[in-house]
């Protein structure tokens, strides 16, 4: 009989988030924003065994980061490979890593053996992962790897006085946090004209600090959110991070519902709306008038462009009028389309099933069309349907089999949060350690605070 993975896992979660309560529940006063959630007292490693310590990590013979026209062949010959070993490195690699991808600033250590042969090359993909290389005469292996990496849980609270985002950045946090927190609640909560001074947010992330590879010196760096609160005129949403049914987190609320809708309102970021959704609109290039059944975002070429959903790719093709165009597949009878693209993403052909937010393309100019943007087309039923009018379904709930650990979860994660007092920028009390949604009464003792003046 296997395991119930699930259930150990939601296990494990509840008695580290029972720890941290009693860490929050042992402090005096406020904490200091972006505060960690715990502290764990570590006791001194024991003197280190000269017989079964590890060796030390070799010194690489070779360090250095690409340059600007660079070749990974240029690389090669300069740490003393034949064009030969080049060669049968790079094919022997490429399905870890294709070294015709590599760019400026990415860093690779070479090491040599004592009679000089390269016998291992590490070249880094991204901030988080590498490839390691090991060379043999019979063989060339290659891995993806991640850099190793410390993660913490982090708690951070704040009132809008002007924006979200000065509220974070007031505190020293990253802007990070905030695109985060926008994104999770983005389908509940118009942060254009909803969000109101007053209006409060706690969070518990993750604070992630990689210990080697590019991004070693840039300190923490905001991780997933594991459970959050935004409060907008006097109502609490909720979120919490849990495993959906494919085994990705997703978020949902304190009932299991998704927070996420089947399709995202809009396919990319930071774009205007250069032409909305018509029965009947001047075409500028055909000079004629004609439905134009999508919405326009206006975008410098090059930009990402998101699957605004789970599915299929059923084409990724070009045409006279479409210029290159993906059109993907989703559940319900909804199929979307991205014209004009400038190239697609990385892997999007026919038959590809893509995630919600994946880069699909980027935006162009091809086809018919006077400037860069993206023509965003959804039908519905076989039929053109305008995108910013859609009442979507939401995502799949938590499924029944996995309720029970939701819940578990959910209600350490909540009790963890209604204990983050939340402070204003001027350092006052606005909401209480022990006040939230769920009616749990304040500390006792403790005055109500004030309202932010």
């Given at each position: 009989?296997?395991?119930?993975?699930?259930?150990?896992?939601?296990?494990?979660?509840?008695v580290?988030?029972?720890g941290?309560?009693?860490?929050?529940?042992?402090?005096?006063?406020?904490?200091?924003?972006?505060?960690?959630?715990?502290?764990?007292?570590?006791?001194?490693?024991?003197?280190?065994?000269?017989?079964?310590?590890?060796?030390?990590?070799?010194?690489?013979?070779?360090?250095?980061?690409?340059?600007?026209?660079?070749?990974?062949?240029?690389?090669?010959?300069?740490?003393?490979?034949?064009?030969?070993?080049?060669?049968?490195?790079?094919?022997?690699?490429?399905?870890?890593?294709?070294?015709?991808r590599?760019?400026?600033?990415?860093?690779?250590?070479?090491?040599?053996?004592?009679?000089?042969?390269?016998?291992?090359?590490?070249?880094?993909?991204?901030?988080?992962?590498?490839?390691e290389?090991?060379?043999?005469?019979?063989?060339?292996?290659?891995?993806?790897?991640?850099?190793?990496?410390?993660?913490?849980?982090?708690?951070?609270?704040?009132?809008?006085?002007?924006?979200?985002?000065?509220?974070?950045?007031?505190?020293?946090?990253?802007?990070?946090?905030?695109?985060?927190?926008?994104?999770?609640?983005?389908?509940?909560?118009?942060?254009?004209?909803?969000?109101?001074?007053?209006?409060?947010?706690?969070?518990?992330?993750?604070?992630?600090?990689?210990l080697?590879?590019?991004?070693?010196?840039?300190?923490?760096?905001?991780?997933?959110?594991?459970?959050a609160?935004?409060?907008?005129?006097?109502?609490?949403?909720?979120?919490?991070?849990?495993?959906?049914?494919?085994?990705?987190?997703?978020?949902?609320?304190?009932?299991?519902?998704?927070?996420?809708?089947?399709?995202?309102?809009?396919?990319?970021?930071?774009?205007?709306?250069?032409?909305?959704?018509?029965?009947?609109?001047?075409?500028?290039?055909?000079?004629?008038?004609?439905?134009?059944?999508?919405?326009?975002?206006?975008?410098?070429?090059?930009?990402?462009?998101?699957?605004?959903?789970?599915?299929?790719?059923?084409?990724?093709?070009?045409?006279?009028?479409?210029?290159?165009?993906?059109?993907?597949?989703?559940?319900?009878?909804?199929?979307?389309?991205?014209?004009?693209?400038?190239?697609?993403?990385?892997g999007?052909?026919?038959?590809?099933?893509?995630?919600?937010?994946?880069?699909?393309?980027?935006?162009?100019?091809?086809?018919?069309?006077?400037?860069?943007?993206?023509?965003?087309?959804?039908?519905?039923?076989?039929?053109?349907?305008?995108?910013?009018?859609?009442?979507?379904?939401?995502?799949?709930?938590?499924?029944?089999?996995?309720?029970?650990?939701?819940?578990?979860?959910?209600?350490?994660?909540?009790?963890?949060?209604?204990?983050?007092?939340?402070?204003?920028?001027?350092?006052?009390y606005?909401a209480?350690?022990?006040?939230?949604?769920?009616?749990?009464?304040?500390?006792?003792?403790?005055?109500?605070?004030?309202?932010?003046?």
């Amino acid at each position: 009989m296997r395991p119930d993975y699930s259930r150990i896992a939601a296990a494990v979660i509840a008695v580290a988030i029972i720890g941290l309560l009693i860490g929050l529940a042992a402090r005096h006063g406020a904490p200091p924003p972006g505060g960690t959630l715990a502290t764990a007292e570590i006791s001194p490693p024991p003197p280190a065994d000269p017989i079964s310590s590890p060796p030390p990590e070799p010194t690489p013979d070779v360090i250095g980061a690409v340059r600007k026209n660079e070749s990974f062949y240029d690389i090669m010959i300069a740490a003393g490979a034949t064009p030969l070993q080049v060669a049968e490195i790079a094919r022997a690699v490429k399905p870890a890593y294709d070294f015709r991808r590599i760019r400026p600033g990415q860093q690779y250590e070479i090491y040599r053996a004592r009679d000089g042969a390269i016998e291992r090359i590490r070249f880094s993909i991204d901030q988080s992962r590498y490839v390691e290389v090991a060379v043999a005469d019979s063989a060339i292996a290659a891995e993806r790897r991640e850099y190793p990496s410390r993660t913490e849980l982090r708690e951070a609270s704040g009132i809008i006085a002007s924006s979200l985002y000065a509220s974070i950045s007031s505190q020293g946090i990253a802007e990070e946090l905030g695109n985060r927190l926008v994104d999770i609640f983005a389908w509940d909560i118009d942060f254009f004209t909803e969000i109101r001074k007053g209006d409060f947010w706690r969070v518990i992330y993750e604070e992630r600090t990689v210990l080697d590879g590019p991004a070693r010196d840039r300190g923490p760096q905001v991780g997933a959110i594991v459970a959050a609160e935004f409060n907008t005129s006097g109502r609490s949403r909720l979120a919490f991070r849990f495993e959906n049914e494919q085994g990705i987190p997703d978020y949902f609320d304190e009932s299991g519902k998704s927070l996420r809708k089947q399709l995202l309102r809009a396919p990319l970021e930071y774009a205007r709306i250069s032409s909305s959704y018509s029965r009947k609109r001047y075409h500028p290039i055909l000079h004629k008038y004609a439905p134009h059944l999508g919405i326009d975002y206006a975008a410098p070429t090059g930009t990402p462009v998101m699957s605004t959903g789970d599915g299929t790719v059923i084409a990724a093709s070009r045409t006279a009028a479409n210029g290159n165009y993906v059109k993907i597949r989703h559940a319900n009878d909804y199929i979307s389309y991205y014209l004009h693209l400038s190239r697609f993403g990385a892997g999007i052909r026919a038959g590809t099933k893509v995630r919600q937010g994946q880069t699909i393309g980027y935006v162009g100019a091809t086809g018919y069309a006077t400037g860069p943007h993206l023509d965003y087309r959804v039908k519905k039923g076989g039929r053109f349907v305008n995108p910013r009018s859609l009442e979507l379904p939401p995502a799949k709930p938590v499924s029944p089999e996995r309720m029970a650990d939701f819940m578990a979860v959910c209600e350490t994660m909540q009790l963890a949060m209604q204990r983050i007092p939340v402070r204003d920028p001027h350092g006052e009390y606005y909401a209480g350690a022990g006040t939230g949604p769920a009616g749990i009464p304040s500390e006792p003792g403790r005055a109500e605070p004030p309202m932010l003046r």
